[in-house]
């Protein structure tokens, strides 16, 4: 799923839509501005045949043209998966621990609250000289964040990275960033305009969001958000495929299909 109105960050190597042909050019110096860095130039020797054989393996050709991450905290696990247009069929690739945590299931909605956020972000940007050996940065806070959280200081920063330190982060381990940071520069590099990672507190099923309920009693608040969230979870699970994801005025994510490729107007 696709968050129309992202938070635009003026960083390293930052994903910014654009046009076509200004995409595609784009996607070409990111590629070989990522390879002048020694980090990506060991993922990409290291990673590249294994990423290969895994695509291939579920049928897709090398690379795909698109790629969801999906981050479930209380399961740790961050799931990989991979399609031949932005529109789907999405397969599942493989899936990473999580290995370091901070805060507690729910959003985060303020500075300081080491909280790891949830909802509907993309990837916006590359640092290939993280102090977590790579790094890409996840695009909080969004529209829904700002509607919902801290009017005053809403914190940023947060990343999916390597190492097994974290706060407010999402931690894979070195060996685990090198695949998914490097297969999200070759399928930005193919054209791709956006880096989609949803976040949820749990995985959404019936099941899992039953004992969210009762481990949350009297916290109804929150609870709705999940069910927000849940919403966009069951959508994509019928027919895994994306959808436009845009946050109304309230700061509720609302879905739709548009034009069939999982991008907003």
Request: glycine share 12%; aromatic share 10%; charged share 25%.
């Amino acid at each position: 799923m696709v968050l129309v109105a992202l938070a635009a960050t003026g960083a390293v190597c930052s994903l910014k839509t654009m046009g076509q042909g200004s995409a595609a050019r784009e996607s070409v110096s990111l590629r070989r501005q990522q390879l002048r860095y020694p980090r990506v130039r060991t993922a990409n020797r290291e990673k590249d045949g294994i990423l290969r054989k895994i695509a291939e393996g579920k049928g897709l050709k090398y690379p795909p043209r698109a790629i969801l991450l999906r981050a479930f905290k209380k399961e740790g696990v961050l799931e990989l998966w991979a399609a031949a247009s932005d529109a789907g069929p999405y397969v599942l690739l493989k899936s990473y621990g999580i290995c370091a945590t901070s805060g507690v299931l729910g959003p985060k909605r303020r500075f300081g609250d080491e909280q790891v956020p949830e909802g509907f972000y993309d990837l916006d940007w590359f640092n290939p000289q993280s102090a977590f050996f790579l790094s890409m940065h996840i695009s909080y806070p969004n529209a829904a964040d700002r509607v919902l959280g801290s009017q005053t200081n809403l914190g940023g920063d947060i990343f999916l990275h390597g190492n097994c330190a974290s706060i407010g982060c999402i931690p894979i381990t070195d060996d685990g960033i090198k695949e998914v940071y490097w297969l999200a520069v070759l399928v930005r590099d193919g054209g791709a305009k956006h880096l989609p990672i949803q976040i949820f507190p749990a995985r959404m099923d019936a099941r899992g969001f039953r004992e969210l309920e009762k481990s949350h009693l009297g916290q109804s608040g929150l609870v709705a958000f999940w069910g927000n969230l849940k919403e966009g979870y069951d959508r994509f699970e019928k027919e895994h495929r994306l959808e436009v994801v845009r946050a109304g005025k309230d700061g509720r994510y609302e879905f739709s299909r548009e034009s069939g490729n999982g991008k907003g107007r």
